[in-house]
């Protein structure tokens, strides 16, 4: 009976769901329409959202029709079920080809079944990321050289995975970056393959790299930084060979402290953790220093006295 009512329930919500989604594709298409009647400078006053979990939509949306030739195809790793993502309303809105990968079988099964995938031209594929398999996972999916987007999101090896990325030669790349590691310090997690956020510590703030080694992950790979969103979670790379369109900026412009408390407690629940304290949350975890080439533990980088 259970499954019986679950069925009924998806069933009804299914046109509401819909309508929804299609007044937000709508929304969307006339901000695109405000935002090129704007002199826009500053990233983050290009932000506006459709699916995007922040102001990514429209932050992309700027950086592309500054280009004046772009591959038309991304891809995105890390995307749950597509719901809330950075390059839904790309492929929507501008039609593009799309590469989306999740680790979860049940959210890839979702976008495959979803009441608009057969519209599209994408490619949803289940796969656990890591930086042994990742340039295979593009080519058996038919995605090689030259692409519009990557957007990389995967709340762990996120600097790994970037690094090891060789088949594929994206424009722009976002990146998301752990605000609470501050604007200058180059570290990230030491790479484990399995990593998993939530298995890795209670709190949930254990994860990632800092925006400055992505930014000088960047520069070695032939990238520039062009800024971060208002959320502090996700900066935007252009290819060098794009540099006359954008003013480059470092990672200190680039940073916002985050503001969003996402934090745990040891039972699971949201402890709503602000500054510091999230970072002495997770003190004795620890981080590769990359200046250095030493792992040492949060407390020992950041000078916090050790966990009593």
């Known amino acids: 009976m259970k499954k019986i009512l679950e069925k009924i329930r998806t069933y009804l919500m299914h046109p509401v769901e819909d309508n929804i989604e299609e007044l937000k594709f709508l929304q969307g298409k006339q901000l695109v329409c405000i935002q090129n009647q704007q002199a826009i400078n500053n990233i983050r006053d290009a932000e506006f959202k459709v699916f995007s979990q922040w102001g990514e939509d429209g932050i992309i949306q700027w950086i592309i029709s500054k280009i004046p030739f772009i591959p038309p195809t991304f891809i995105e790793f890390g995307v749950e079920d597509y719901q809330e993502s950075n390059t839904r309303f790309l492929l929507m809105h501008n039609n593009w080809k799309g590469l989306v990968i999740d680790g979860s079988e049940e959210n890839v099964k979702k976008i495959k079944t979803s009441s608009w995938f057969w519209r599209y031209d994408l490619t949803a594929l289940c796969a656990f990321v890591t930086k042994e398999n990742i340039n295979e996972l593009f080519s058996q999916s038919g995605f090689h050289g030259e692409i519009g987007i990557l957007s990389i999101d995967i709340d762990g090896n996120d600097y790994w995975v970037w690094d090891a990325i060789e088949t594929i030669v994206p424009k722009i790349v976002i990146c998301e970056y752990n605000s609470i590691f501050g604007p200058k310090k180059k570290v990230t997690i030491p790479y484990k393959k399995d990593f998993v956020r939530s298995q890795a510590h209670y709190s949930y703030l254990y994860y990632g790299a800092s925006l400055a080694s992505l930014v000088a992950l960047g520069r070695q790979k032939g990238y520039i930084c062009v800024g971060g969103n208002s959320a502090g979670n996700n900066v935007f790379f252009v290819h060098k060979s794009l540099g006359s369109f954008f003013e480059e900026v470092s990672s200190e412009v680039a940073?916002?402290?985050?503001?969003?408390?996402?934090?745990?407690?040891?039972?699971?629940?949201?402890?709503?953790?602000?500054?510091?304290?999230?970072?002495?949350?997770?003190?004795?975890?620890?981080?590769?220093?990359?200046?250095?080439?030493?792992?040492?533990?949060?407390?020992?980088?950041?000078?916090?006295?050790p966990e009593p």
């Not at 969003?260 to 629940?269: A, C, I, M, V, Y």
């Not at 999230?278 to 000078?303: Q, T």
Request: glycine residues 8%.
């Open 255 to 305: 940073y916002i402290e985050s503001k969003f408390r996402e934090s745990r407690d040891n039972n699971g629940k949201l402890s709503f953790l602000s500054g510091e304290k999230r970072l002495k949350a997770i003190r004795d975890m620890p981080l590769l220093d990359l200046d250095s080439g030493d792992i040492c533990s949060v407390s020992e980088i950041y000078g916090f006295c």
